[in-house]
């Protein structure tokens, strides 16, 4: 089973600010095989990227993917009030899928 | 407009048993592979099961596979999950979600339906 690591765990920013947050894999993962989601409390999650840096249809462009390997990262820049939320990354390569355990962002 | 709408959920006791269904709609149900996610109070995400769009294969985490089965009807558009013998590290809201015509990711997902295993 891949493991995926995100961190860090709480993000905490203002409105305005960059984040990045991280995912690290335990094997390598082939990059149209990773996924990133926005989750809200008492939401479903909502699909952000997909294929590493594809973006979601209706997706704003400040958030954007990258990476390959193992390390793979998601940024959100110029963070709007509505993207304070927890965000799971997802590999779907390799039985069984896996999910990171979330990085909350958080207003500071 | 897809939409899943899960039910089912509810409370059962340690040991007990437990039947969710996904009632599908808005696009051709045979022709996509369905998942199930589940998310303890709490936690983070953890993907349980899927099953093809024929229902000719279907996937299990290690943590549930020979206590829950996955199915599907797809003459009534519907996929489920049936869950036996079932513990607290159960107690989840179960989420049905579409895989999409790029991969295993999941752009719909339902409402979800919460499973609470407690004595």
């Known amino acids: 089973e891949i493991v995926l690591t995100q961190s860090p765990g709480t993000l905490s920013l203002s409105p305005g600010e960059s984040a990045t947050l991280s995912c690290r894999a335990s094997?390598?993962?082939?990059?149209?095989?990773l996924a990133w989601y926005q989750q809200k409390p008492g939401q479903a999650p909502r699909l952000l990227i997909y294929?590493?840096?594809s973006r979601a249809t209706g997706i704003p462009d400040r958030f954007s993917g990258s990476g390959s390997g193992t390390d793979f990262t998601l940024t959100i820049s110029r963070l709007e009030p509505e993207d304070f939320a927890v965000y799971y990354c997802?590999?779907?390569?390799?039985?069984?899928?896996?999910f990171g355990q979330g990085t909350k962002v958080e207003i500071k | 407009e897809v939409q899943l709408v899960e039910s089912g959920g509810g409370l059962v006791q340690p040991g007990g048993s437990l039947r969710l269904s996904c009632a599908a709609s808005?696009?051709?149900?045979?022709?996509?592979?369905m998942s199930w996610v589940r998310q303890a109070p709490g936690k983070g995400l953890e993907w349980v099961s899927a099953?093809?769009?024929?229902?000719?294969?279907?996937y299990y985490a290690d943590s549930v596979r020979g206590r829950l089965t996955i199915s599907r009807d797809n003459s009534k558009n519907t996929v489920s999950l049936q869950m036996n013998s079932l513990t607290v590290e159960d107690t989840a809201v179960y989420y049905c979600?579409?895989?999409?015509?790029?991969?295993?990711?999941?752009?719909?997902w339902g409402r979800g339906t919460l499973v609470t295993v407690s004595s």
């Open positions: 979600a579409k895989d999409s015509d790029g991969g295993s990711f999941y752009v719909y």
């Open positions: 808005g696009f051709n149900f045979s022709t996509y592979a």
């Open positions: 099953i093809s769009g024929r229902g000719e294969s279907t």
């Open positions: 094997q390598g993962i082939d990059r149209i095989f």
């Open positions: 294929g590493t840096s």
């Open positions: 997802h590999q779907y390569g390799s039985s069984p899928e896996t």
